[in-house]
């Protein structure tokens, strides 16, 4: 299936699959055993139809690594933005995925708008570094609640009882730039405009829970992408919360 016929995409949001899969209709998945340097392993391809356009395309999971949706070139299936286009990418290429060029680090990136999530998760995965593209049903959507109890607990909740994964808060120390980023857009949702507002929820909440050894906060103010993405990518790829980012995170803007 690995072919010039194909686009191939991956996913960090969970929720924005789901959506994709919405009223698209399944037709069968298959087991494949595939010998790698003398190893057998499992690609497991399911089979999908989008009926509206008539046509199907497929979900390749690698060993259980990373899930691959291919896309026919000649297919009318509208994919969103927000899936990372890596058809190109030799990270993503099935021998390389099995020798370790990608690797799920279930680290959630979470923020307002503005503060370059969406750049930081898409930026990770091209490297093969798998973070997820926020935790929405724990985090994300409490912080829409004006109760900040309520979202105290709600974040110390998931981190108590998912010690394993890391939350990385983004956010923008500078306001002037904060508004540049969300006033910049070519569309300026209703969600945007409460970006600052989000943004205060968020440093509340960490203040209260930085003690937990699995909660992070990352400054994107005067930072390129790929800053802000090495910041990350070092808090995924590590064991435990050092020093140096303790000690920077101490005071964030209030």
Not at 3 to 24: A, E, H
Not at 71 to 90: A, C, G, Q, R
Not at 96 to 101: E, F, T
Not at 205 to 232: I, R
Request: charged fraction near 30%.
């Amino acid at each position: 299936m690995e072919n010039l016929y194909f686009n191939k995409f991956v996913c960090m949001k969970k929720n924005l699959k789901d959506r994709f899969l919405s009223g698209k209709k399944f037709i069968m998945s298959r087991s494949n055993d595939y010998e790698f340097n003398g190893k057998e392993t499992k690609i497991i391809a399911e089979e999908w139809l989008d009926e509206e356009v008539g046509s199907p395309f497929f979900i390749q999971n690698i060993d259980g690594i990373v899930e691959l949706f291919l896309i026919p070139e000649d297919s009318n299936i509208f994919v969103n933005k927000d899936f990372l286009d890596v058809t190109h990418n030799p990270v993503f290429l099935v021998d390389n995925i099995l020798s370790g060029s990608v690797v799920q680090t279930n680290t959630y990136i979470e923020g307002a708008d503005g503060t370059g999530k969406t750049t930081a998760v898409n930026g990770l995965a091209s490297r093969g570094v798998m973070t997820t593209d926020r935790c929405v049903q724990h985090i994300t959507k409490v912080m829409n609640q004006d109760d900040r109890g309520l979202i105290v607990n709600s974040v110390q909740s998931f981190l108590e009882v998912n010690p394993t994964s890391k939350v990385i808060f983004l956010y923008v120390s500078d306001r002037e730039e904060h508004h540049k980023r969300i006033f910049s857009r070519e569309m300026i949702s209703a969600y945007d405009r409460t970006a600052f507002d989000l943004q205060e929820k968020y440093l509340y909440a960490y203040d209260k829970l930085k003690h937990f050894k699995n909660l992070y906060l990352v400054d994107t103010f005067n930072k390129s992408p790929e800053q802000v993405q090495y910041e990350c990518e070092k808090i995924a790829l590590s064991e435990v919360k050092n020093q140096e980012q303790e000690e920077c995170q101490e005071n964030p803007v209030k």
